[in-house]
Nanobody, 114 residues
Framework: QVQLVESGGGLVQAGGSLRLNCATS????????MGWYRQAPGKQRELVAG???????NYADSVKGRFTISRDNAKNTVYLQMNSLKPEDSAVYYC????????WGQGTQVTVSS
Protein backbone atom coordinates (compact mmCIF):
# COMPACT_ATOMS: atom_id res chain seq x y z
CA GLN A 1 0.00 0.00 0.00
CA VAL A 2 1.50 3.27 -1.11
CA GLN A 3 1.44 5.99 1.51
CA LEU A 4 1.46 9.70 0.84
CA VAL A 5 2.68 11.98 3.62
CA GLU A 6 2.27 15.71 3.15
CA SER A 7 4.05 18.29 5.30
CA GLY A 8 5.22 21.88 5.29
CA GLY A 9 1.96 23.71 5.78
CA GLY A 10 1.37 26.39 8.35
CA LEU A 11 0.12 29.88 9.04
CA VAL A 12 1.62 32.65 6.94
CA GLN A 13 0.76 36.25 6.17
CA ALA A 14 -0.40 37.29 2.73
CA GLY A 15 2.58 37.69 0.43
CA GLY A 16 4.57 35.06 2.25
CA SER A 17 5.91 31.72 1.08
CA LEU A 18 5.73 28.08 2.03
CA ARG A 19 7.19 24.90 0.60
CA LEU A 20 5.12 21.77 0.82
CA ASN A 21 6.60 18.29 0.74
CA CYS A 22 5.02 15.01 -0.23
CA ALA A 23 6.91 11.87 0.67
CA THR A 24 5.82 8.56 -0.79
CA SER A 25 6.52 5.08 0.47
CA UNK A 26 7.34 3.59 -2.88
CA UNK A 27 9.09 4.66 -6.05
CA UNK A 28 6.03 6.09 -7.72
CA UNK A 29 7.22 9.63 -8.24
CA UNK A 30 9.51 8.85 -11.16
CA UNK A 31 7.04 6.75 -13.15
CA UNK A 32 3.78 8.58 -12.57
CA UNK A 33 2.35 11.98 -13.26
CA MET A 34 2.02 13.64 -9.87
CA GLY A 35 -0.11 16.48 -8.66
CA TRP A 36 -0.84 18.78 -5.77
CA TYR A 37 -4.49 19.29 -4.91
CA ARG A 38 -6.25 21.47 -2.37
CA GLN A 39 -9.60 21.57 -0.67
CA ALA A 40 -11.02 24.61 1.07
CA PRO A 41 -13.97 24.36 3.48
CA GLY A 42 -17.21 23.89 1.59
CA LYS A 43 -15.45 23.48 -1.75
CA GLN A 44 -14.49 20.54 -3.90
CA ARG A 45 -10.94 19.31 -4.07
CA GLU A 46 -9.12 20.86 -7.00
CA LEU A 47 -5.87 20.25 -8.83
CA VAL A 48 -3.49 23.19 -8.47
CA ALA A 49 -0.29 21.85 -10.01
CA GLY A 50 0.91 18.77 -11.85
CA UNK A 51 4.16 17.36 -13.13
CA UNK A 52 4.44 14.54 -15.64
CA UNK A 53 6.97 11.74 -15.53
CA UNK A 54 8.71 13.58 -18.35
CA UNK A 55 8.94 16.81 -16.37
CA UNK A 56 6.20 18.88 -17.99
CA UNK A 57 4.29 21.07 -15.57
CA ASN A 58 0.75 22.37 -15.50
CA TYR A 59 -0.89 24.83 -13.15
CA ALA A 60 -4.33 26.09 -12.31
CA ASP A 61 -4.83 29.64 -13.55
CA SER A 62 -5.25 30.85 -9.99
CA VAL A 63 -1.67 29.87 -9.05
CA LYS A 64 0.26 30.39 -12.27
CA GLY A 65 3.38 32.45 -11.73
CA ARG A 66 3.23 31.95 -7.95
CA PHE A 67 3.48 28.18 -7.39
CA THR A 68 6.14 25.79 -8.65
CA ILE A 69 5.91 22.02 -8.55
CA SER A 70 9.03 19.86 -8.61
CA ARG A 71 10.09 16.39 -7.64
CA ASP A 72 13.12 14.44 -6.48
CA ASN A 73 12.92 10.93 -7.87
CA ALA A 74 15.74 9.66 -5.69
CA LYS A 75 13.89 10.78 -2.56
CA ASN A 76 10.42 9.78 -3.80
CA THR A 77 9.30 13.29 -2.94
CA VAL A 78 7.22 15.93 -4.67
CA TYR A 79 7.42 19.59 -3.67
CA LEU A 80 5.22 22.62 -4.07
CA GLN A 81 6.88 25.99 -3.66
CA MET A 82 4.22 28.60 -2.96
CA ASN A 83 5.09 32.28 -3.21
CA SER A 84 3.03 35.46 -2.98
CA LEU A 85 0.40 33.60 -1.01
CA LYS A 86 -3.12 34.98 -0.83
CA PRO A 87 -5.90 34.36 1.70
CA GLU A 88 -7.79 32.44 -0.99
CA ASP A 89 -4.94 29.92 -1.09
CA SER A 90 -5.97 28.76 2.39
CA ALA A 91 -6.91 25.08 2.20
CA VAL A 92 -5.77 21.59 3.03
CA TYR A 93 -3.21 20.55 0.44
CA TYR A 94 -2.78 16.98 -0.76
CA CYS A 95 -0.57 15.21 -3.24
CA UNK A 96 -1.52 12.25 -5.38
CA UNK A 97 -1.02 10.92 -8.85
CA UNK A 98 -2.60 12.82 -11.72
CA UNK A 99 -5.28 11.72 -12.24
CA UNK A 100 -5.50 10.53 -8.67
CA UNK A 101 -5.74 6.82 -7.97
CA UNK A 102 -3.92 6.42 -4.68
CA UNK A 103 -5.45 6.61 -1.25
CA TRP A 104 -5.40 10.21 -0.04
CA GLY A 105 -2.98 11.17 2.72
CA GLN A 106 -3.87 13.35 5.66
CA GLY A 107 -2.94 16.53 3.84
CA THR A 108 -1.26 19.62 5.23
CA GLN A 109 -3.12 22.76 6.29
CA VAL A 110 -2.16 26.08 4.73
CA THR A 111 -3.66 29.20 6.26
CA VAL A 112 -2.92 32.62 4.79
CA SER A 113 -3.91 35.62 6.87
CA SER A 114 -4.73 38.98 5.33
Amino acid sequence: QVQLVESGGGLVQAGGSLRLNCATSRSIVSINNMGWYRQAPGKQRELVAGITSGGSRNYADSVKGRFTISRDNAKNTVYLQMNSLKPEDSAVYYCNTQPHFLRWGQGTQVTVSS
